[in-house]
């Protein structure tokens, strides 16, 4: 009773789902049938009138297999089409949701120092697109630099000069940490990378760290300035970078001004533009006028050009001594930006002494 139960059951799922073939030969006389069954209905279905149902067929297939839409080059196969399709689906995805698309790397272990780059490039651009429009609020949620940041401490690049060859991602790091309010991370590695030149000085590593120093302030200071960062805010900290650098990290004059005088050259810019606006503390333009003979290896055009856009109590008198002193060699061997800087101070000099009606010092 019970093996004739077994067997109406056994009976019963081999007509749901018939068994597989059990060998080679079952499974090849199976495949002939499905050809043989497949070659029938096709010719059934689109007759071509030839008198051989098997030639049919074959015909049929070969109008097909020789269509022009089919043509392609012998090489494309279907590996490579797939990892194509995987590279478009992976290329939508960091244009659409990048950090999501980073931190899925990162979680795998297969993140780079380029998937970083390309990741933060893409949130850049859609903060920028007028389609996907994304507040600083937004970014600032997202945390899209600190994200990058905690991935390279944990993978060993926050500390090592590899990601210094790496100014693309650097720069876009800086950007988004700016963003965040999370410029004490920028400031930690400067200073991270102030005393990494101390210990093999004046040999290519050390001279591109100072680059690298360099390039970093002036973005740090820039990206400030541009999402609207207080500018007695931003003095102040620059101050304190150049003061600290003065008495410890940096002690030589020389590698301080490669490392500062950009940077400080772009701020004296901006205070004299906002001189006559104000909308800053004079406390702030007095600090950074008694910090300029820490960063300039020449500090008189910068002091002279300050004094004379004072947001209180302008005055020509240290700009007019400069200018007497200049001698045309001088000029004509001077740098392209300081040729440029002393044209400048030349003529809002000129400026101030016309405004005063004193047109013989303006000659």
């Known amino acids: 009773m019970k093996n004739s139960a077994v067997l109406n059951l056994q009976?019963?799922?081999s007509m749901i789902h018939p068994p597989l073939p059990l060998n080679l030969r079952q499974s090849q006389k199976l495949l002939t049938?499905?050809?043989a069954s497949f070659r029938e209905q096709l010719n059934k279905e689109h007759s071509v009138g030839l008198t051989s149902q098997q030639h049919a067929a074959d015909q049929h297939l070969h109008s097909i297999l020789s269509n022009p839409l089919f043509n392609s080059r012998t090489n494309i196969r279907?590996?490579?089409q797939d990892g194509i399709s995987k590279f478009i689906r992976e290329s939508q995805v960091i244009l659409e949701r990048?950090?999501?698309?980073?931190?899925e790397q990162a979680a795998a272990g297969t993140a780079t120092l380029e998937i970083a780059r390309l990741c933060l490039e893409a949130q850049r651009n859609n903060t920028l697109s007028s389609a996907i429009r994304k507040t600083e609020e937004d970014t600032r949620l997202l945390k899209p630099g600190s994200i990058v940041l905690n991935w390279l401490w944990s993978s060993g690049f926050?500390?090592?000069?590899?990601?210094l060859t790496r100014w693309k991602l650097v720069r876009l790091l800086i950007h988004f940490l700016v963003i965040?309010?999370?410029?004490k991370v920028i400031w930690r590695w400067l200073s991270k990378l102030e005393t990494a030149h101390d210990i093999s000085p004046n040999t290519e590593d050390s001279q591109h760290i100072i680059q690298s120093q360099k390039k970093i302030l002036l973005k740090t200071i820039k990206s400030q300035m541009q999402f609207g960062v207080d500018l007695n805010i931003i003095i102040k900290s620059f101050v304190q970078r150049v003061r600290e650098a003065s008495t410890s990290s940096i002690?030589?004059?020389?590698?301080?001004?490669i490392v500062f005088k950009p940077t400080g050259r772009y701020l004296t810019g901006i205070l004299a533009q906002r001189s006559m606006a104000g909308g800053f503390d004079p406390l702030s333009f007095d600090e950074f006028l008694e910090a300029v003979h820490l960063w300039a290896f020449t500090s008189t055009p910068y002091e002279a050009f300050l004094q004379l856009h004072h947001p209180v109590h302008p005055d020509e008198t240290l700009a007019m001594t400069y200018i007497r002193g200049l001698s045309s060699d001088g000029i004509r061997m001077a740098a392209p930006k300081t040729r440029q800087f002393i044209a400048r101070l030349c003529l809002d000099?000129?400026?101030?002494?016309?405004?005063?009606d004193s047109q013989v010092d303006a000659v």
């Open 349 to 356: 000099t000129t400026g101030m002494l016309l405004s005063k």
């Open 78 to 80: 279907i590996p490579q």
């Open 98 to 103: 990048p950090m999501d698309y980073f931190e």
């Open 11 to 13: 009976k019963l799922t």
């Open 180 to 183: 965040e309010g999370r410029e």
């Open 158 to 163: 926050g500390e090592s000069t590899i990601l």
């Open 251 to 257: 002690p030589a004059k020389s590698v301080r001004s």
């Open 33 to 35: 049938l499905i050809n």
